[in-house]
């Protein structure tokens, strides 16, 4: 089976269009996971869920898109983007709409599962088709350049979000949002096109390709630098998690903030990953230097999470640039995806991101679940509701999981190909 696509040269108006069609993709869903930190408290009451359930549910799509997300970067190697993004987008936009119309937890699970099965495709894809559209070399910046374009649009999202709430009910807001899924699919079925001819072998079947999906998998992880670059990156990235998708408007609002103010605020961790997303791939390659950028960032990052959690308010402003750099200094998670693809072979990039976001996405649901249980326990130990000393105790886990990151990158080696040798 052949695509119809013939190979392309790289670059041009052509790759741009197919590069925005995957990075809506991945802003579509990546805007629903972050908008769920706006909303959460209005499903909570509208469905009458517990602290711990509102936690568990954000915690099921991070558990569901680790289970999958192994198997994302093989299966582009193996059938191109298009094959694989349009199925993926069709599970996005009708997970959407059943968490519109959940009327139990356990709906909303199934929504969760929905979105997660076909987000576990996008972000990798996005990777891929860069490399693809744009040559590997250029790899590190494309992807993170996907970050900038997904997080800017989770910025606005949180805000639009916000004041969208005012006015209309958050089912007949995410209604709206599938209803953009719709739209998404159609363009995409029409323009999203891989720049390579993709041939499966003749006579393959299924059974065939999902069994080389462990090979793959068994080659780069083989390789244990990978596994030190998933490491770090996904304590990093599941600490950002914790806080954009659930705990930093509750942050907040302990720290003095309105109920707005909180959701703008915490909208700026993603607009601190954006600007950071952006620049910190385009140093790295500038300065020749992986290792020194992620020591920086880990550093940036657990200054702005101590203050936060362990001293007073000072200013809602001076607040507001803590949370903006905490996302300036967590994007050098992206650098976790360019130093597993300095050591591996070019046909496995794709699977060593896969395998470094699924890590993202494992720790990413543990770090998101750990506040609340540990809320709970506090209460539960007398500490008094909404207080700075309930969100320090809470907060631990996030602190603990910067720590081992920055030990795990103060051993990891340098693997910029200029200066590896």
Sequence with gaps: MEAATPSVQQGGARAWGVWCIAVAFVSYYFSFQTGYSIVNANVQKDVGLSVAQVGHIAALYTWVLAACQFLSGPLFDRLGAR?????????????????ANANSFGMLLVAQACVALGSCTGFVGAGY???????WHKFSFMFGLVQFAASMLAVFTQNLLTLALSVLPWRTLFNGAGMGGVVLLGIAMVWLRDANTVTVPAGQTFGALLLSIP??????AKVPHVWAAAAFGALCFGVLLSLGVVWGPKLMTIRGFGRESANLASSLLWLGLAVGSFTIPWISDRVQRRKLPVLIGLAVQMFALVLLLYVPTKSSTFDMLLCFTFGLGNAVHMLAFSTAADVVAQQYIGTSAAMINGMFSIIGGVMISRPGMRAGLGLEQGLTPATLELAQFAGRPLMAGLCLALIIALIMRETYPARRH
């Design 215 to 220: 090979r793959s998998l068994a080659k780069v």
């Design 83 to 99: 094959s694989v993004l349009l199925p993926a987008m069709v599970l996005v936009t009708l997970g959407v709409f059943t968490f």
């Design 129 to 135: 088709i860069g490399g693809t559209w744009f040559g």
